[in-house]
């Protein structure tokens, strides 16, 4: 049972425009957000993270948004470039201390930025 | 710089052998973190660790142990390797606290059991 789901296994965008990679999550438990992006043979480099208490959080050319009565969020990256290529993986975390902050990933979403 | 070292980018082993993957953090972290990458699998967990001496089983902990004997120290064992454990192993640590945290991954170990 995936508790944090990925649907789309991959994305081709044009390079400058925007590309939108979604997460869905059903563990109602989860109040912590987060991207990771990953290239081949090395480990996966946070990206971005969301609070439940705040719907969108941004960070240059990286926003997340988050909708917590659809259990919905998205990654949008304007304007996408070609280093942007990588898989991205949304996870999720329930903040409590009891539940050691463990992370549950989703498959990832191949993004592919063509120049 | 924050670092997660595993202590092997690429394993080759033999069906049976015991495996021991390695995991270093500097950053004084309390969680650690063993997941495996697998293709249209995403990073599943395997075993995490919120303080020395402890573990928690995570979804897929059959087959493997985990020992931390030390803070900064998460050891992966594969107490008798088989072919559907080869796979690339991540290990992950985080700061323990309210509110969540990002985790911080090392580079990964490549195993394949043959």
């Known amino acids: 049972d995936q508790q944090v789901k990925q649907n789309s296994p991959s994305l081709s965008v044009q390079e400058g425009r925007i590309s939108i990679l979604n997460c869905d999550y059903t563990?109602?438990?989860?109040?912590?957000f987060l991207w990771y992006k990953k290239y081949p043979a090395e480990g996966p480099t946070f990206l971005i993270s969301i609070s439940s208490i705040k719907d969108k959080n941004e960070d240059g050319r990286f926003t997340v948004f988050l909708n917590k009565s659809a259990k919905h969020l998205s990654l949008h990256i304007v304007p996408s470039q070609p280093g942007d290529s990588a898989v991205y993986f949304c996870?999720?975390?329930?903040?409590?201390?009891?539940?050691?902050?463990?992370?549950?990933f989703g498959a990832g979403t191949i993004l592919r930025v063509k120049s | 710089d924050v670092k997660v070292t595993q202590s092997s980018r690429y394993l080759v082993k033999r069906t049976g052998e015991k495996v021991f993957l390695e995991c270093v953090q500097d950053m004084d972290h309390e969680n650690m973190f063993w997941y495996r990458q697998d293709p249209g699998l995403g990073l599943r967990l395997i075993y995490f660790s919120y303080d020395v001496k402890m573990k928690e089983k995570g979804d897929i902990p059959e087959g493997y142990s985990v020992s931390r004997e030390k803070k900064e120290r998460f050891s992966l064992i594969l107490e008798s390797a088989s072919t559907n454990q080869t796979s690339m192993y991540l290990c992950?640590?985080?700061?323990?606290?309210?509110?969540?945290?990002?985790?911080?991954f090392g580079q990964g170990t490549r195993l394949t059991v043959v």
């Open positions: 996870a999720a975390s329930a903040g409590q201390v009891e539940y050691g902050n463990k992370l549950v």
């Open positions: 992950a640590s985080s700061i323990l606290g309210p509110g969540g945290s990002e985790a911080f």
């Open positions: 563990n109602s438990m989860f109040d912590y």
